[in-house]
Every structure is written in structure tokens, then in C-alpha cells.
């Protein structure tokens, strides 16, 4: 005979209990999880289909306490579907066991007595909330209640409107887009500085403001993704509850941003570069940024050096660094060969190769660093130091087009009259340079 483990699982020690439960029952226990899990703390089998019961009587307890929570969409749907005639019916049932059960209330001896009173009583203080949205749904469809406004305790929130569109549409879409519509719900909340907010509430005012806002933080078309998955939730509370105004969250115009020339990367100060480098765990990791302050290299220069591109010029004596050809950045950096600092030429003597698998592995090494010396500007980056480079060698005068063989970049005129392409300066001419470079 098969034994009986449903909703609970063997997990190699002791018995878990295990069982699929709603999204408002998630939400009531503060979980993202659909699935409910539970150590019982025990590897007796019986032991764990005894507790087993105490788990499902208090899941279905939260269920129950979820389905009597009553909302103005689910309580509209519930009577819009009704015949006038029906709705009449309903509206008089309900009218008379009002007047019945709290026929007390608005009477002067009621209003007489003191609360402690007026709970020893017995009686309710108030109608059920369940009472008091249902009658007032009832007495605005019939009309009988034209300015009736549902207080927000009982409207649809935008947390509860994602997840019910969710519901809706889960069978059309990916679990990627899934991730998005959750996404745009926690950027609007977040911009907001609320945990939630009543769909209705939300102003086409406060959305043009949330894009202006977004503008500074993500792409154009980041914007207008997260805005078409606020739309459709938007859509659903627009249903749900039979919203009468406009959408806020569609027809706006998001204008890209001009394209403008600018310097995005921002110098270091050699003393906040130092603290970068005390963040980074060995030789091997600092060597290149030390390669970089020398030479004005870019990270993926920089890292690609070996050992076999430390060469020596026969004709000068000058020691050089070879930057490779099949270097994949901008084309025009693709030769050059930069002649070595004195202080460089002490960090290389020891060098047999990088060993992290790629610039890009390199990149996220440094990354952590800068973050962990305590600097998050994204104008300071690896790429910085070529600021700091270039930077130099204009204080120092260095003529135009040794620089930009120096550093690998067009010269800042209107042609490349001496650019790398052609046989460059003497390699004793740039090392002159070179060597005037402050140290780090």
C-alpha cells in the first residue's frame, strides 16, 4: 500500500510540508512564492501527517479570511452581472437586515453610552465591511447613490491589479515579460515612495513626472516598455472597476535625447586611484592600471598584454609595448607600439601573463574595487586613466600628433596628418615623452 505523503516531502533528514497556495495568500504571508514550504521538524512519517492537518487548516483558514475581504472590483463584478430586477431584489434584502441588525446604532440612548459600554453590549459598533461596500455597490448601479466613492481600503491597488492581470494574461506571455510587468510596478512604486497605490488614483500629472524622472536613469526605450506594461495593468483596473477616465499611462511623448559630443569620463585624482589599487587583492590585478597610467592604454589593451609584447627596439635600445593588432575596439587603435616607463619597466620585470579569462572578467575585478574604495560615479572607470593620460601630456606641451601615438586616438585637428598609420615619430622621440609622465 502506497504511502500517504501528499503535501509533504522527504528532504533526506526530515519530513517538509508542501502545498500550492494563491497569489493573496502569498501576499498575507509576506512571500513572492506561489509555493508554501514548511519544515516539520520531525523524521517520523506519522508524526509528520499529524502536523500536516494543522498546516492545511491554517492555509485554508487565510484563504477563507482572503475571500471575505471584500473589494470594490470583485463586489462590481459580482452585481453587474445581475438583472435590474435582481438587483432590486438584492438592494431590499439587504436594506431590511440593516435596518434590523444595527437599528440600535443612531439611536440617542446608544449614543449615550460610553465605548466600554457600547462593547459590553453585545451588539456590533458598525456594519461588516462586506455590508457596507455591497449596499453602497448596489444603491449606485441602481442609482439610488449617484456620488458614491469607494473609499481606498476597498479599492484595487496596483500591487493587487499586477497580479490579477497577471493571472489574466499568464498563459500568453514569457516568464521574461512576466519579470518586466513586476519591474515597471516596483520603478513607478519606487519613484512614488509608497508601497502601493489605488490604480484610480494614479494622475496622467504624476506619470509625466515619473518619465522626466526616468530620463535621467534609463534608456528611451527602457521608458517606453515599462510604461506599455503599466498601461495594460492599468487597462484591467480600468475593467475591473469601470474607470471612466483617460489611461495615464499611454499617448506620452518620450523624446530621445540629442545626441551631443561630450567628455562622458572624468579624470581620477592620483590619490583616489591609489585607493582603488589598495582595494585590488594581488600584483597581477594592479599591473593593469599601472600599464594604463603609463601608456593612456584602454582595459582590453591593457589586459591583452603578454609577455611576448615587451619588446626592445634593436635600432634605439628603447623598450616598447606592442598593442596587438587584432585588438577589437576602434580600428584606429589597432597598431602602435608605446615606449615603456621607467616606472612601469619595475612592475613588468616579474610579468608571465594575465590569468583572468577575459578585459571584461578584468573589468568587473576593478569595478568591485572602485565601489569598495567608496567611488560610484560611473564618469570614473577603468577608462578614466586615459583622461588622466592625455590630460598630462597636454600640461606637458606634448605636440599634438605625439600624443595621439602615445595614447592611440585621432589628433584633436581636422585630419591625421601623423597619425600611427604612417611611420610615427622616432620611438627615442616619444619615449622623451613618455618618461615626463607623473608617477602613480
Request: with cysteine; proline share 3%; glycine share 4%.
Amino acid at each position: 500500500m502506497a504511502k500517504d505523503t501528499k503535501y509533504i516531502k522527504w528532504n533526506g533528514s526530515s519530513w517538509i510540508f508542501q502545498k500550492k497556495i494563491s497569489d493573496r495568500v502569498a501576499k498575507l504571508l509576506g512571500q513572492k512564492s506561489n509555493v508554501y514550504n514548511k519544515s516539520l521538524q520531525t523524521a517520523s512519517l506519522k508524526e509528520a501527517q499529524g502536523l500536516r492537518h494543522h498546516h492545511i487548516v491554517y492555509l485554508k483558514g487565510l484563504e477563507e479570511a482572503e475571500s471575505t475581504n471584500p473589494n470594490y472590483a470583485d463586489t462590481l463584478d459580482k452585481f453587474r452581472k445581475m438583472s435590474r430586477e435582481q438587483l432590486e431584489q438584492e438592494h431590499n434584502r439587504m436594506n431590511e437586515h440593516l435596518t434590523s441588525e444595527y437599528a440600535h446604532l443612531g439611536h440617542k440612548q446608544w449614543e449615550f453610552l460610553t465605548e466600554e459600554d457600547k462593547k459590553a453590549s453585545g451588539l456590533p459598533l458598525t456594519e461588516t465591511d462586506k455590508e457596507f461596500i455591497e449596499y453602497r455597490v448596489l444603491s449606485a448601479l441602481l442609482e439610488k447613490e449617484t456620488d458614491f466613492r469607494p473609499p481606498d481600503k476597498f479599492r484595487l491597488a496596483l500591487m493587487d491589479a499586477l497580479e490579477k492581470h497577471l493571472e489574466e494574461i499568464q498563459d500568453e506571455i514569457s516568464k521574461k515579460a512576466v519579470g518586466k510587468y513586476r519591474n515597471a510596478v516596483r520603478q513607478f512604486l519606487a519613484y512614488l515612495g509608497q508601497d502601493d497605490i489605488p490604480v484610480y488614483a494614479i494622475e496622467r500629472i504624476t506619470v509625466r513626472d515619473f518619465i522626466t524622472s526616468s530620463k535621467k536613469l534609463y534608456a528611451t526605450a527602457t521608458i517606453s516598455n515599462t510604461l506599455s506594461c503599466l498601461a495594460g495593468i492599468w487597462n484591467y483596473a480600468r475593467d475591473a472597476e469601470n474607470l471612466n477616465t483617460g489611461n495615464p499611462f499611454v499617448e506620452h511623448r518620450i523624446a530621445k535625447k540629442r545626441a551631443k559630443r561630450q567628455k562622458y569620463y572624468i579624470a581620477w585624482k592620483p590619490k583616489d586611484l591609489k585607493k582603488v589599487l589598495d582595494q585590488l587583492e594581488t600584483e597581477e590585478d594592479k599591473l593593469p592600471v599601472y600599464i594604463a597610467w603609463y601608456t593612456g592604454s584602454r582595459l582590453n589593451e591593457a589586459y591583452g598584454v603578454k609577455p611576448e609584447d615587451i619588446r626592445m627596439d634593436k635600432e634605439s635600445g628603447v623598450d616598447y609595448i606592442s598593442f596587438k593588432e587584432d585588438f577589437d575596439g576602434k580600428t584606429e587603435a589597432t597598431t602602435r607600439m608605446v615606449p615603456i616607463h621607467p616606472e612601469l619597466k619595475k612592475k613588468l620585470e616579474d610579468f608571465s601573463g594575465f590569468k583572468r579569462t577575459s578585459p571584461d572578467a578584468y573589468g568587473k575585478v576593478f569595478g568591485r574595487a572602485k565601489r569598495k574604495a567608496g567611488f560610484d560615479d560611473r564618469k570614473l572607470a577603468f577608462h578614466s586613466i586615459r583622461v588622466n593620460v592625455s590630460s598630462a601630456l597636454d600640461k606637458l606641451r606634448t605636440p599634438v600628433h605625439i600624443a595621439a601615438q602615445i595614447v592611440g586616438h585621432k589628433d584633436k585637428g581636422d585630419a591625421m596628418t601623423y597619425s600611427y598609420y604612417s611611420e610615427g615619430s622616432g620611438l627615442k622621440l616619444l619615449a622623451e615623452e613618455v618618461n615626463k609622465l607623473p608617477t602613480l
